[in-house]
């Protein structure tokens, strides 16, 4: 049976009517017919302030059982748009404890959507600063002495413990409730909060919403692997039925390990290391599987899981948490964050595979033209898996956008890429 609005609104009434009364017989049959006496551990307010209905509101999360979706509700996202605009507009300074204030509700809006970690890297950056600065104030003021004295005793005996556990907290509330004000000078902060004010103040654009299937932990519905070495990358994927190669380009390959110095030996540079490599084959796995899933591949779940695997950790923790060691990883991880953010209906997860057992993707990723070596036609030979599979060729925004990352380290606006690339039309094409 279906009932519209006005039906809804009918009935709603006699529901909650119906909730009281049950909650009262439960009263009357325990023996608590006296309410000035009751001692009752449920919040009647709360309680009754739970519509039925396909959507509910709990501890800040909006779950949605018809969409299978979870979001958070409207108060929260307003109340971190309204500190975000006060951070990225009016404030000239800001404090550890307000600092980490905002980190906290990001991390808690990261819960759901997880591309928000790959944003807030120059803010987590400004707090272990700040936390440092307070650390050495806290230490050297005199006040402090006998504390930090007690932190160092060595007894066991349990009023020693008791005493050192006190030192400790008690520093550590002064470390944290320190008034001393740092000053936003990193330009980097200013605009990771910019981007972050204008996500959070566009919630139809952007609506912080996952689906269910993407953040339980259940089993995938494709699997692809990938590979990088020195001289370009690949990968592949049965599931989806879809390969892919990428060689370097010139600039691109002077600046690894393998031709480094011969280039830029006395020239101010840095070198570009392995796990960004690897992590630009995990990004391009991804946009291969979203292509394929878009495209219309069979599937029964509406919010596919792709699980990528690679043999790199550091790249794997890359698409975690954000890479905060080096600007090209950071402009990486934003262009993997446009990806999550604008095909919302394909989940990412990663996995670590041994490089013994990742032989295929490696035998790919090592099919450069200049080298000469073995092309796709004698590698399906060697490795039946591979045949029947459809080449994937990345667009050339998307390529543009990683060669960007990794020459000029400039993080792109999140805008959507138009189109993240092709497939060839049959299973012999190159």
């Known amino acids: 049976m279906f009932f519209d609005n006005n039906h809804i609104a009918d009935i709603y009434p006699r529901i909650r009517l119906a909730q009281a009364a049950s909650i009262e017989g ?3 049959l325990l023996g608590f017919p006296e309410k000035h006496l009751r001692r009752s551990v449920l919040s009647e307010d709360k309680y009754f302030e739970q519509a039925c209905g396909p959507i509910k509101l709990q501890l800040g999360y909006k779950v949605n059982t018809r969409s299978m979706t979870v979001g958070f509700s409207h108060a929260r996202l307003s109340a971190l748009s309204d500190l975000l605009f006060q951070w990225g507009s009016q404030r000239k300074s800001y404090t550890l404890k307000e600092a980490a204030k905002l980190a906290g509700l990001l991390e808690f809006i990261a819960s759901i959507s997880t591309w928000v970690r790959f944003l807030s890297v120059s803010l987590k950056h400004a707090i272990l600063s700040a936390l440092r600065c307070n650390t050495s104030f806290v230490r050297q003021h005199p006040n402090n002495s006998t504390l930090i004295a007690d932190t160092h005793l060595l007894s066991t005996d349990f009023n020693t413990i008791r005493k050192k556990d006190f030192a400790i907290s008690k520093l550590m509330q002064r470390i944290w409730n320190t008034k001393k004000r740092f000053h936003i000078t990193n330009a980097a902060l200013r605009k990771e909060l910019k981007i972050l004010y204008y996500l959070f103040s566009n919630p139809d654009t952007f609506p912080f919403t996952s689906p269910i299937a993407h953040i339980i932990n259940r089993e995938p519905d494709f699997e692809a692997k990938g590979d990088a070495c020195l001289d370009g990358a690949g990968g592949y994927s049965t599931d989806l039925s879809f390969w892919w190669f990428v060689e370097w380009p010139e600039y691109v390959e002077q600046k690894t390990v393998k031709y480094f110095i011969k280039y830029y030996h006395g020239v101010q540079s840095t070198r570009l290391s392995i796990n960004l490599l690897e992590y630009i084959a995990i990004i391009l796995s991804f946009a291969a599987a979203i292509t394929r899933v ?27 948490k954000a890479a905060s060691s080096t600007k090209e990883g950071k402009a990486l991880a934003h262009l993997l964050t446009s990806l999550m953010i604008h095909h919302p209906s394909v989940g990412l997860s990663s996995k670590f595979i041994s490089g013994s057992d990742n032989t295929v993707a490696d035998s790919i990723s090592r099919m450069s033209t200049r080298a000469h070596l ?16 459809h080449r994937f060729h990345p667009s050339p925004d998307l390529l543009s956008r990683i060669w960007d990352a990794l020459s000029s380290k400039q993080v792109h606006p999140l805008v959507p890429i138009p189109s993240l690339g092709r497939f060839s039309p049959d299973t012999k094409s190159g």
């Open 26 to 28: 439960f009263f009357q």
């Open 294 to 320: 878009t495209q219309g591949v069979e599937t029964s779940q509406p919010h596919p899981t792709v699980l990528i695997y690679s043999d790199n950790t550091t790249a794997l923790s890359w698409t975690k």
């Open 374 to 389: 073995s092309t796709f036609s004698s590698l399906s030979q060697t490795y039946p898996s591979l045949r029947g599979l």
